[in-house]
């Protein structure tokens, strides 16, 4: 992310200020759809020698053109926007992340670019222009036609599906980025001690260790 | 390719043992300790948690967020290399049959990865012929495993509890981890329908044991291999690395065995092997030849190592080598909890794998398929990673989020606030059941293909019987019960029926093959006697799945670990005595 970036993530999330300078140093560090590598150039997690060799074959590779980037980039930011939490789609990364998951998962290609250009199309034919050049409002009047699968008309139905699969694209891309993990709250994946529920917890449920459980399980001072 | 030539190892050494995981890592361990000098030959690379590292790493350090690929298909930070498809190392199906097959090419194959979950086999299990009249009852005992049961968990640790339990014997535990949230909803509801819940019994160090390895540091990556503590039980990290330490081990990686060479008195003499870095062919020269290759590649060394005198492949005048082949049965349901929904965020890593399970508990009850299943669960709030959030829009419709009913699908801030209100309240079961082991459940050499090593390849022949439908049926109906009375509402694995066998997991599927090298007293039905060894070629063992007479409704791999431990240990009383 650059300066520009960060400073325009800092005015809107004044109330998680904190988590979100983390996350923006944390993501300029470690690019979206790129293997992450330490400072000396090497691979931070293990990888076989037939993995590299995959992974520089599909990094060679380009798979969507620039339009369909700013359109998968536009997308992204309506699925997953900047609230008082954290940042948006882009802000994580996430276009490079769909970029590099459908070289991988060659499966999504189709869907992906037969999808975008559906919506495209039906953008045309309703407005009379392309989605990009379209008014935020006249975004979300063809989204809103897609967004809802129980309430979409039938002849929307590929649609539906198209963003259904982008929505979960998204969600894959933000929630595995630094942004979206301190979003959810996850608070594992460190060094730790299990001594049980937390008691607050228990009690919110209305649950108990039964003697057996207290005497017999391990407990950690 | 240049004038192929034969490189003979100059060393002459006491055992030549094929595959470095479970069993191959325990004979290798019992056998360097005793003195002898052993050697290796695994199909992969070297391993080592500590080098190769993927624990702790978080989801963005890979490009495809832990997504799975064919090189690591339980994802992108699982520590087994390797999987179901493997370039040039093909295997084949008789036509209107199935059998997925996994292969771990490293060194520690697949305990580097492994659930960790360490059942001994009970009483009952080694006498199920006598019991149901099914399959064949074992050459031994629980009585004549128990003593090494009982090392092994001095050895390598398991924790647990003792509860009597006439089938599901008890051992010398490490204490249990206290369960977690959704753990202690699934112990509620299960109890309601009379499904017992104890502790896990898994090998992972509560408590440390030894000087060289750590206690656990609970951050439920096991399946990465633990490079902090050597805190779970890998093959690798537990047995290899100490047994290499005596000085007495040479391990040679990536080395693919072709066949063990027999000399004319029918004695095993070594192993041949083709080096996958240089693509020449060498032999290694052993007093004895251990195989531990898994059960479906130590049979296929074994028919592809004939002979003028052992015409139908070494070990095999009986012609049982490749047959009885089974697998664990399979079958899952899940669905999401509401009382969890908007939950207090903690860490609840905890072990890698759940603190409880539901062992058999069915066995007096009238069933109409035989033998019976234990129960795994999962469930809570796990780190993120490729698919999470997926399907959001068969959810947020369904409930109302924060007291707010909303149309399902959407987008924007609206969407946000669902996947942080439906983070961590899922919940999942699956069932591991035996499969009875029958003579036309097989694999055997396919007389039209090779690998790109020229090694004839396996063709399997395996089909599920109703008794394995069944199962799979009453483990359907189970889970609905436990799901139903803890308050979930059941999100996936309650449409099968008839038409798809209940949801039972293809055959190979659960990574439990076992049964093709069996043990017996009848040298016609068998081709190893009780120790393991060779009816015919008395200095040739087999100490992996392979030997398994029956499968039980256990995963297999702690009794892979105790016998291999027996078979070593008589080898070397064998060779103190020169019987050997």
Redesign the interface.
């Known amino acids: 992310m650059d300066r520009r970036q960060s400073l325009k993530t800092i005015a809107v999330g004044a109330l998680a200020t904190g988590v979100l300078l983390e996350s923006c140093k944390?993501a300029g560090d470690?690019q979206?759809?790129?293997?992450?590598k330490d400072d000396k150039g090497k691979i931070?997690?293990?990888r076989?020698p037939?993995?590299v060799a995959?992974?520089n074959k599909l990094i060679a590779e380009t798979f969507f053109t620039p339009d369909e980037m700013a359109l998968i980039t536009i997308l992204g930011d309506?699925?997953?926007?900047r609230?008082e939490?954290?940042g948006s789609a882009s802000d994580a990364g996430v276009p490079d992340?769909i970029e590099?998951?459908v070289k991988?998962?060659p499966e999504l290609q189709v869907p992906m670019r037969g999808g975008l250009r559906w919506l495209e199309v039906t953008t045309l034919k309703q407005k009379g222009k392309s989605f990009k050049d379209c008014t935020e409002t006249e975004r979300l009047e063809i989204?809103d036609q897609i967004?809802?699968?129980?309430?979409a008309k039938p002849e929307m139905a590929q649609g539906?599906a198209f963003?259904?699969l982008m929505?979960?694209l998204t969600?894959?891309?933000f929630?595995?980025?630094?942004i979206?993990?301190a979003?959810?709250?996850?608070?594992?994946?460190?060094?730790?001690?299990?001594?049980?529920?937390?008691d607050?917890?228990l009690q919110?449920?209305g649950?108990a260790?039964t003697e057996r459980?207290l005497k017999?399980?391990?407990t950690y001072t | 390719m240049g004038s192929l030539q034969v490189k003979k190892n100059a060393k002459q050494y006491d055992a030549v043992i094929v595959g470095s995981g479970a069993g191959g890592g325990m004979a290798a361990y019992v056998l360097a300790n005793a003195g002898l000098s052993v050697c290796i030959i695994e199909a992969g690379p070297t391993y080592d948690p500590r080098t190769n590292v993927t624990q702790f790493k978080n989801p963005w350090e890979s490009p495809r967020r832990g997504a799975s690929t064919k090189f690591r298909p339980f994802g992108d930070f699982d520590a087994c290399y390797c999987g179901w498809d493997i370039d040039g190392e093909p295997y084949t199906h008789i036509s209107g049959t199935k059998w997925d097959w996994f292969r771990a090419r490293m060194l520690g194959g697949r305990t580097n990865h492994w659930g960790r979950i360490s059942l001994r086999f009970g009483p009952k299990d080694f006498k199920r012929r006598s019991i149901d009249g099914l399959g064949d009852d074992w050459p031994i005992g629980y009585e004549d495993i128990k003593p090494y049961y009982d090392k092994l968990d001095r050895l390598v640790g398991v924790f647990g509890s003792n509860e009597g339990l006439e089938n599901d014997p008890d051992g010398i535990f490490l204490p249990p981890p206290r369960p977690r949230l959704h753990e202690l909803f699934i112990k509620k509801g299960a109890q309601k329908v009379g499904v017992p819940v104890i502790p896990s019994r898994l090998s992972i160090l509560t408590k440390p044991i030894n000087e060289e390895r750590g206690e656990c540091i609970y951050c439920g990556q096991c399946n990465r291999a633990c490079s902090v503590a050597y805190a779970d039980f890998s093959s690798s990290s537990v047995l290899i690395r100490p047994a290499a330490n005596t000085k007495n081990l040479d391990v040679i990686v990536n080395a693919m065995a072709r066949e063990v060479l027999t000399n004319n008195e029918g004695l095993a003499t070594g192993v041949s092997y083709v080096n996958k870095e240089d693509l020449q062919e060498y032999q290694v020269m052993g007093r004895v030849v251990i195989l531990a290759a898994s059960a479906c590649e130590s049979a296929r060394i074994l028919l592809n190592s004939k002979s003028a005198r052992y015409p139908n492949g070494l070990a095999n005048g009986s012609g049982v080598v490749g047959k009885y082949l089974h697998d664990s049965t399979g079958a899952d349901m899940g669905g999401i909890l509401p009382q969890l929904f908007g939950r207090k965020r903690y860490n609840e890593d905890g072990v890698g794998g759940a603190h409880i399970y539901s062992p058999w508990w069915a066995a007096d009850k009238k069933l109409d398929f035989p033998r019976g299943y234990h129960i795994e669960y999962w469930g809570g709030m796990g780190m993120p990673s490729y698919g999470f959030g997926g399907g959001i829009e068969s959810l947020n419709g369904r409930f109302p989020v924060n007291g707010v009913k909303k149309e399902a699908g959407g987008y924007g801030k609206s969407l946000k606030e669902d996947y942080r209100y439906f983070y961590g309240a899922g919940v999942g079961m699956a069932g591991r059941g035996e499969m009875i082991a029958v003579e036309t459940n097989y694999c055997e050499i396919d007389p039209n293909a090779v690998d790109k090593y020229g090694i004839p390849v396996l063709r399997f022949h395996v089909k599920h019987s109703d008794y394995e439908i069944k199962q799979a049926k009453h483990m359907k109906e189970t889970f609905k019960e436990i799901l139903t009375a803890m308050g979930a509402i059941i999100t996936y694995g309650d449409k099968d029926g008839p038409h798809n066998n209940w949801g039972l997991a293809a055959p190979g599927r659960i990574i439990h093959e076992a049964g093709t090298v069996r043990m017996g007293n009848d040298p016609r039905r068998s081709a190893l006697n009780k120790w393991c060894q060779s009816h015919e070629c008395k200095n040739l063992f087999c100490v992996d799945g392979g030997p398994f007479v029956s499968q039980a409704d256990k995963n297999i791999t702690w009794t892979i670990l105790a016998l291999s431990m027996r078979t070593s240990e008589y080898i070397v009383d064998e060779m103190k005595k020169r019987n050997l």
């Not at chain 1, 309506?78 to 926007?81: G, L």
């Not at chain 1, 967004?147 to 309430?151: D, F, T």
């Open positions: 944390d470690k979206a759809g790129v293997q992450s931070t997690i293990d076989h037939d993995e995959r992974y309506i699925i997953i926007p609230d939490v954290s992340f590099f998951i991988d998962k989204i967004a809802y699968p129980e309430k539906v963003f259904n929505r979960n969600a894959s891309g929630y595995t980025s630094p979206g993990v979003d959810i709250g996850y608070q594992g994946n460190k060094p730790n001690k299990w001594n049980g529920v937390p607050d917890v919110q449920y649950l260790y459980e017999e399980c391990v």
